[in-house]
């Protein structure tokens, strides 16, 4: 609060003897326009043009001072009056310009300016009429929310956005007409007011806040603006990602196009069935296939290029891994119920012999728990299948293992080798390569290649001594309670070995036994028919017939297989020809 005194020999307003009256706050600061006005109150102003567009018009006001003309750029008549008006009262200060006066001086505003003075305390503040050229003024003085002289009274807002010439209200009124803005407070004292403008755009309201409803009503409408870009750049940003979908299943669609004119003409369907069903077992059995989807359209495609017999087998396979979930999900039921207090956690995938690929069978020694819990399912199973006989894969079988280190405890995915590995140190610090293999009953390639992913990988969670790449059989190896990872959950892959030229060769070897059954079945349907023929048009005939290449000594291994076999015989006239035996 201000007291007000009277000047002596001046008596109060109020009278004689009445106390003075207290005013509230502090005056309001002059602006250069009311300065000039009370130094030079008849000066007349004139609008030299105008131009620019009708949205954002530029005025040109001219004033004779003292002798001298002075010219000023404003967004409106009232801005460019004052702009003139700066430029005059400018000219009474002794300094070169308004910068060098403010710099002299300290930059240090004062709230009552009087111009004609000489006391150098006088500081004029962006009076320098460069600053103003181009109607920039009134767009600075909106942009900062304050007034022409003196300090702010309130925060400064953010500049608004030039949309190609118009004000943020004209492009959103063009956008989305009919818009209606809500002044929702008005707050601060009378010569400093802040007021709150609303709109409600989409059933989000936005705000804005200035110093009058004009500019709080811009900040609004480019508030809803800025709103709308970022909707509609992350829909751009969505359309570019579906564009890019939409090309890269175009590309899967020529690559499975080009795929199926190749498998058109392979000359080995058969082989390529055989390590096709190979790799889709893998992939089924581990949980690495992409996309079930895309493996059954796969199938799809495959039997309309070489009929249902061909993807038969491969069918069943996803059959069976159908049929495992709902028989795992009734043995987890029956569990429940008989409440078998293992604490594991055991899924099984039931697979069909003859529809899957062969793997070698393999005993290893398990925990007693894990026995335990099989003897479970195989009773389980049994009494739904009987007359079945179940042989459980343990090269197949991944689990879950929690471990505690010192840092925390972790979940590790891992192969049942690895598994039973790890679970070994439950029982001991240090164990020899010796001493897991008996334990464990793993062959010694296999336990080769686990021991080596556990103590050599990535993921060290056995030390070995001595160290190195490879595991030797005098090796020995420690827990590492000191291991570390960011994941809670990890994976720790087994070494893979690389497909060896002897399983590529035992792979095909079984697709030629196979084969054998086709060549035999041809040749004697060839030989009922024609009941006699000669070597060559026999063989001539086989060529036609079969769909895979085969070479003529093969052929004639199986005619004098099926010679042998009384099939056939030789003619006794000509020993070139062959006759069928009913």
Known sequence: MQCVDTPEGEEDMQGPGKPHKKLKGQPMPKNALMHLNELKPDLLYSVVSQTGPIHAPIFTMLCEVNGQTFTAQGSS???????????????????????????????????????????????????DSNTYNQGTFMAKTAALGMGM?????????????????KNPIMVLNELRPNLKYGCISETGEKHSKQFTMAV?????????????????????AQAALTKARAAQAALTKARAAQAALTKARAAQAALTQKFNLSFTWAPSQDVFEAFYKKDL??????????SVDAEKSMLSKLKQECGSGFTV????????????????????????????????????????????????????????????????FKKFYLEKHSGR??????????????????????????SLFQTLCLLLFNEGDM???????????????????????????????LLKAPKSKDVEARDKFKFNDDFKHKLYRIKINQIQMKETQEENVSTTERVFQDRQYQV?????????????????????ELFNQLKFPVKPADLKKRIESLIDRDYMERDKDNPNSYNYVA
């Open 520 to 540: 035999d079945a041809a040749i004697v349907r060839i030989m009922q028919t024609r009941k006699s023929l000669t070597h060559n048009l026999l063989i001539s």
């Open 431 to 461: 164990f020899s390569f010796e001493d897991i293999k008996t334990a464990t009953a793993i062959e010694d390639t296999e336990l080769r290649r686990t021991l080596q992913s556990l103590a050599c990988g990535k993921a060290k969670v």
């Open 281 to 290: 077992a893998k992939r089924l059995l581990v949980g690495k296939s992409a």
């Open 313 to 376: 087998k491969l069918e069943h396979m996803f059959k069976d891994m159908e049929l495992s979930k709902d028989i795992m999900l009734a043995f987890k039921q029956s569990m429940q119920c008989e409440k078998h207090g293992t604490g594991i956690e055991l899924t099984v995938n039931i697979l069909t012999m003859g529809y899957w690929p062969t793997y070698t069978p393999m005993e290893v020694h398990l925990p007693a728990e894990m026995v335990k819990l099989q003897e479970v």
């Open 389 to 414: 006989k179940l042989q459980w894969q343990p090269t197949l079988s991944h689990c879950v293992l929690k471990a505690c280190f010192s840092g925390g405890k972790k979940e590790l995915k891992l």
């Open 149 to 165: 002289m003196g300090p702010m009274p309130y925060k400064k807002g953010k500049a608004l956005q030039n949309y190609e010439g």
């Open 77 to 127: 008549k009232k801005a460019a009056k004052r702009a003139v008006a700066e430029q005059a009262l400018t000219s009474f200060v002794q300094f070169p310009n308004a910068s060098d006066a403010n710099s002299a001086l300290g930059g240090q505003p004062m709230m009552n300016m009087d111009f004609t003075s000489d006391n150098a305390e006088i500081v004029i503040q962006h009076f």
């Open 200 to 220: 409600m755009l989409d059933g989000v309201q936005f705000k804005g806040r200035a110093r009058n409803k004009k500019l709080a009503k811009a900040r609004t």
